[in-house]
């Protein structure tokens, strides 16, 4: 029988739907994951869309409408 050691899931993993006994269901390091960014498996990370946010600010100026 083969065993993959399983390592502690990480800060950022907290609030992950994938987390199953203190553990990651998905990646046994998941720390790996976030070494590089954002885990692409994470249940609870919101992607954030960079560009559009900028254009949005200055409308907010103008947002006395009637
Ligand atoms: S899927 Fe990613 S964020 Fe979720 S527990 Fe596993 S490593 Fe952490």
Redesign the pocket.
């Known amino acids: 029988m083969e065993q993959l050691e399983r390592k502690p ?1 990480v800060e ?2 907290n609030g ?1 739907g ?2 199953e006994e203190d553990k ?1 269901r ?2 046994t390091t ?1 720390a790996a ?1 976030w070494r590089m960014g954002k ?1 692409p ?2 249940t609870h990370v919101k992607i954030e869309v960079k560009g559009t946010e900028q254009k949005i600010r200055v409308g907010q100026q103008k947002q006395k409408k009637k």
């Open positions: 899931i950022q993993c992950c994938n987390i990651c998905i990646w998941p994951k885990c498996s994470a």
